[in-house]
DNA sequence: GTGAAAGCGCTAACAC
DNA sequence: GTGTTAGCGCTTTCAC
């Protein structure tokens, strides 16, 4: 049996409420009953059951986290940024891996309203009705990091996608390039599927560049539908002289692609991600790419998400965080 | 507030017993009783709280995991499997990121326990006295994945990394290289790096090949470190003509820094790393690599664990998994 | 300053 | 089959 508090107090010769009383640090307890305890918990190794402390407060300090891939590089980046924000606040992390299944949401979303995690935090955005629903029953605080779902009432921290889209669609337009292809990500339920394709479209159209639609594939920010998108672009005879993949992952998929044909980055094509994982360094050529405050983002949210649980704030609106372009060296300048 | 047994039992018109029992899903429940008791569970929105029945049943479906770095492919992939197989058992993620704060492992170690968290994965073996001493005193099982601290004490589930370096640096020689430069891990207190160095001496010397100390360098682990060691490798007019690394983040360090340097891989000198992680697959040319069965670590890892739980078996040896040489484009056969 | 006693939400004897 | 009761390990009034 592990040690309890009673066994500590008997050791130290005092009543558990004063045990209880140096443990949380309040004042009222003579100097040398203090030390008393202090010995007996030191001799006996004890360790407050955070269980029994979490019942009679009501306050878990657990902090759910759900996860699309934790493989992804991504994703593993604003998960240890959340981390060390969740740590520096005292709140521990209870991490779900939903990987590709989605029907794991609703049961991971149940695990932790039966744990009384203080808050969630979801990185991922295909919410059915059902989570849709379940979300807005749950009387516990979820905030949407870097993605946002359809649902108006559900609040995210994210970019402007719409605006870092046509950011970086315009930087490929000012270094020259005309015929500017586009492997966007999922458009079903993903709003940043879409906003950043309408970036992409009227970057374009504002500069008097024509659409094509041989030029734009949809993928699912994974390296493998990069490279095969960036297959089928290559298929036509007019052949992009840029292409913007949504997500760095597509791009490196991309810019192997290319490579196995034969084609040069940025040589004979440039090649602009989206995110600024830590890829776009790893990678030969550098990766350019419009980038996210990954870690900056992780933090803002674990900082709003406990505002949120404090009462102090009643956050209504998404929080944007400022994007910006991070040229390397895969964007040759054509002009 | 949230609702609780009572809420339901008394909107079922049972006492809370009845409702308990119903929850387990006991037998000896009339199935009118079972159907109101499940119907006001419905209504309410009712989901019992892990933490009071973690406290009366003494047993709380948590796991302790501690890694090094989630930013990392390797590690983030071990823990991906972890989540699943713990998942798939029931239990729960607490999830630690220590990066580079070694401090910060008693910390952990010590929520984990103030916790009652039923068993610790850790992934990182730089651990000091202190550690040692509280793991050794703590009546939680405490397993290690991946890596293997020099206290023999402590259980592992790892590959033999004496083995593995030993058949990497082997196929190197057989493909006709022989000077092998070498691109080890931290030696202080890490048994993998010291295991992985013996492993590849010896596979020079049974096979008649001096050491040049020239040829030897040691990193972290890390992508940089990579790059750093193998400049300095490159600075001797004596190049190696193929470099093992006994990380793949370290080769593909090499990589660039070889190709930053105007030469070119395999061509011109051929890598070889050592893990199997995701990048091996993702960077041009694909990394020839020992691969560790990432995947199957994290599973047999939990599975271990959760038997040291249930006192199913009472492990008191290492668990060695096997290694695999994964052929793929980095390493050239100069016969 | 300190301790006795009640209670957090649940389960598990034990009685009926 | 079902309910009463005690108790899991802690905190927190409320007396003293």
């Given at each position: 049996m592990t040690v309890k508090i009673k066994d500590v107090a008997i050791r130290a010769g005092v009543s558990t409420t004063t045990v209880s009383r140096v443990l949380n640090g309040e004042?009222?307890?003579r100097e040398d009953l203090k030390n008393r305890v202090n010995e007996a918990i030191q001799d006996l190794g004890y360790a407050p059951s955070q269980i029994a402390r979490s019942l009679v407060r009501n306050k878990t300090n657990l902090l759910g986290v759900i996860v699309?891939?934790?493989?992804?590089s991504f994703y593993s980046t604003i998960l240890s940024s959340i981390e060390q924000t969740a740590t520096s606040n005292e709140y521990n992390l209870l991490v779900c891996n939903i990987s590709e299944d989605i029907e794991k949401e609703y049961k991971y979303l149940n695990i932790f309203k039966e744990m009384r995690v203080e808050g969630i935090i979801i990185m991922?955005?295909?919410?059915?009705e059902k989570i849709r629903e379940f979300i807005n029953k749950l009387d516990i605080p979820v905030i949407f990091s870097s993605v946002k779902p359809m649902d108006q009432s559900f609040i995210s921290v994210i970019v402007d996608d719409y605006a870092a889209a046509y950011d970086a669609t315009k930087y490929l337009i000012e270094i020259g390039h005309e015929r500017i292809g586009f492997i966007g990500g999922?458009?079903?339920?993903?709003t940043s599927g879409q906003n950043r394709y309408s970036g992409y479209r009227n970057a374009l159209s504002d500069h008097g560049i024509k659409i094509v639609h041989e030029h734009i594939r949809f993928g699912d920010y994974k390296v493998k539908s990069g490279y095969d998108m960036m297959g089928e672009l290559l298929r036509?005879?007019?052949?992009?002289t840029a292409v913007f993949a949504v997500s760095d992952d597509m791009a490196i998929g991309a810019v192997n692609c290319i490579a196995d044909h034969g084609l040069r980055v940025p040589e004979d094509i440039s090649v602009m991600g989206f995110d600024g994982s830590q890829l776009t360094e790893l990678v030969r050529p550098r990766i350019t790419s419009m980038e996210q405050p990954i870690h900056h983002m992780g933090k803002v949210t674990v900082e709003t998400l406990l505002r949120l649980i404090s009462g102090e704030i009643q956050q209504e609106e998404d929080i944007i965080l400022g994007h910006r372009l991070e040229v390397r060296d895969s964007c040759r300048n054509v002009k």
């Open positions: 004042k009222y307890v699309p891939d934790l493989t992804s991922h955005e295909k919410i059915n999922d458009m079903r339920d993903i036509y005879k007019l052949q992009p």
